[in-house]
């Protein structure tokens, strides 16, 4: 075959293999759009993510074409379809995350029904069961059968590390045996999460008295679980490192430069501004009894000078029907050593102390 010959041939080719990547390409864009207005999502915001993607491998492969220095269609070609390979990727990706299967999916934790083996290294080696609306426990109805109590938190309130027998609900539960006790813990929730939980339980759950376990510093950060499954479902550089180093590394950089180290005034000031939004629901759903404790040794709840702003409507004191506890001494031996979440032991003196003020 003549070096002319072979030129055309390979031109040929060439350009059958982009075309053929320019219809992979299409047909997963296509996909994409579909996908997001099954999720009742805007037709614009659906186009415009499709068309991100689109943009993005069309540049990625004539930025790989010039470098190369060849001309065009040849390398132009293998490119264009590994860019659009990687866009259709990437985009199932972004999809998987938007698509959890709960039926609550902006408050539960879990796949409905589904159970979860503890692999932290610190912890005891507990197997997770969680209920059809995605949290941990057996299941319950949204109708209270009877005097109810919500307790909401993150991991600390989940139980990470104990059997669900050891957790903080449930030995709440073994002290107030006439009420039906709720664990609306979440692993990974703060601040914000906690007062939309609030929400969700004190509008949908009919519950007689509720329970908010804060962590100190860690829940006054702004970043918190949901935060992160928002940037794992959408164009970001989170989700973009998630793609090509795995979900280990943007979650360890997210989270040392988002999560709260110490209590500063940023920290208190978002504090303010959850319980500002908090003060907002309970005005809504009415002033059900509130119990609020923190975990840590810190003066940020119980310290009112720092809370007593004249401008500031959320003073925890002035909140009616809300309860904070003192707080209690840091006590080694009611934590998973090398971990910091309640054992068994400090889940039951957690419970003990709850189980008194709900009695007076």
Not at 225 to 252: C, W
Not at 269 to 281: D, N, T, Y
């Amino acid at each position: 075959m003549s070096e002319l010959n072979r030129s055309a041939v390979l031109n040929a080719c060439a350009r059958g293999a982009a075309v053929v990547a320019l219809a992979i390409l299409v047909r997963g864009s296509l996909q994409r759009t579909a996908s997001a207005l099954a999720r009742d999502e805007s037709l614009a915001a659906a186009a415009s993510e499709t068309l991100v993607l689109l943009l993005l491998c069309l540049a990625l492969s004539y930025a790989v074409a010039v470098y190369r220095r060849r001309p065009l269609p040849l390398p132009f070609a293998p490119a264009l379809a590994i860019s659009a390979a990687a866009a259709i990727a990437y985009g199932a990706q972004l999809d998987a995350a938007r698509s959890p299967g709960l039926p609550l999916p902006s408050v539960g934790f879990a796949p409905a029904g589904s159970t979860q083996q503890e692999n932290h290294p610190a912890r005891p080696r507990v197997l997770y069961h969680y209920n059809r609306h995605g949290f941990r426990g057996p299941d319950w109805e949204f109708e209270s059968p009877g005097p109810r109590i919500c307790v909401l938190g993150d991991s600390y309130v989940f139980g990470s590390g104990v059997a669900w027998d050891d957790t903080l609900g449930e030995a709440l539960r073994r002290r107030l045996p006439a009420y039906e006790v709720l664990n609306l813990g979440v692993p990974g929730h703060n601040m914000r999460s906690h007062v939309a939980m609030y929400g969700f339980a004190a509008g949908r759950l009919e519950c007689d008295q509720m329970v908010l376990a804060i962590v100190i510093p860690n829940d006054l950060s702004r970043f918190d679980i949901n935060s992160e499954i928002v940037l794992k479902s959408t164009i970001s550089a989170y989700s973009a490192v998630e793609f090509f180093f795995g979900p280990q590394l943007p979650a360890r950089i997210w989270n040392t430069r988002e999560l709260a180290q110490s209590t500063g005034p940023d920290e208190v000031e978002e504090l303010k501004r959850q319980w500002s939004l908090l003060a907002a629901k309970r005005a809504r759903h009415g002033t059900t009894p509130l119990y609020v404790f923190t975990y840590a040794d810190d003066e940020t709840l119980t310290d009112r000078a720092q809370l007593a702003q004249p401008a500031q409507p959320a003073q925890l004191a002035q909140l009616e029907g809300v309860t904070i506890l003192p707080k209690a001494a840091y006590d080694p031996s009611l934590y998973i050593a090398g971990d910091g979440h309640p054992n068994a032991k400090g889940n039951e003196f957690f419970a003990a102390r709850l189980a008194r003020a709900m009695q007076r």
